[in-house]
């Protein structure tokens, strides 16, 4: 099946940039997201690009898409201790299979 | 909308008890999911309906689970018998569509299981 990668840690210091990146291998993906998972909380979506795009900014919030090589990254600007949590890269085709998520990446930023 | 909402939110069992997760959908979505998250796994999928109707079970781990969807507003998840192994969180998410669209997926709290 469609696979999505990521690694599994990253620590920043408080007002640096964070940069967290995915692959994934689904050549046929329509949207790919990311999604926050505070502590002890469920997913909430944080942002999504669609495929035919190659960047989206979000305020702080920048998804780099780069289709070729099916790497997807989310960049936070200034990152604050509020941003500490886990984020999960997904990706769904135009097929009829739900979202496919990766095993998510914790950000621990410190001050 | 009060969201996804799962119960219990912290469970606490004994090897071989019988598990039963809830899940209330959004009023409204079609789809239905049941994740698992381990720190060693990650998130996993192990099921998913649409209209009321299990779509995919192949992430069911083994026949020790079983999920159903009675109904569009309510659906559990049943462990029997609950093995130390089945500890893990899991979540519940329902979305409008489930399959190659632009549509989020809108996950509960969480079941925080632990099977001693």
């Known amino acids: 099946g469609e696979d999505v990668e990521q690694s599994l840690f990253l620590s920043v210091r408080e007002g640096d940039s964070s940069v967290i990146n995915c692959t994934y291998t689904d050549s046929s993906s329509t949207y790919l997201y990311w999604y926050k998972q505070e502590p002890g909380a469920g997913l909430q979506l944080l942002t999504y690009?669609?495929?035919?795009?190659d960047m989206k900014q979000d305020q702080r919030l920048t998804v780099l898409l780069n289709k070729k090589d099916k790497h997807l990254s989310l960049r936070i600007a200034d990152t604050q201790t509020g941003d500490s949590a886990i984020y999960f890269c997904a990706e769904v085709n135009s097929g009829n299979t739900p979202l496919v998520f990766g095993k998510g990446t914790r950000l621990s930023v410190i001050a | 909308d009060a969201g996804v909402i799962q119960s219990p939110r912290h469970e606490v069992t004994e090897m071989g008890q019988e598990v039963t997760l809830r899940c209330k959908p959004i009023?409204?979505?079609?789809?239905l999911f049941w994740y698992r998250q381990t720190m060693m796994r990650g998130l996993e999928l192990l099921i998913y309906?649409?209209?009321?109707?299990?779509?995919?079970d192949s992430g069911m781990p083994e026949d020790r689970f079983s999920a159903k969807m009675p109904n569009a507003s309510f659906s559990t998840l049943k462990i029997q018998p609950s093995e130390p192994r089945d500890s893990a969180v899991y979540f519940c998410a329902s979305s409008l569509a489930g399959t190659g669209a632009k549509e989020t997926q809108y996950f509960g709290p969480g079941t925080r299981l632990l099977v001693l």
């Open positions: 009023s409204g979505h079609d789809y």
């Open positions: 309906f649409n209209n009321n109707v299990p779509i995919d």
């Open positions: 690009i669609f495929s035919n795009m």
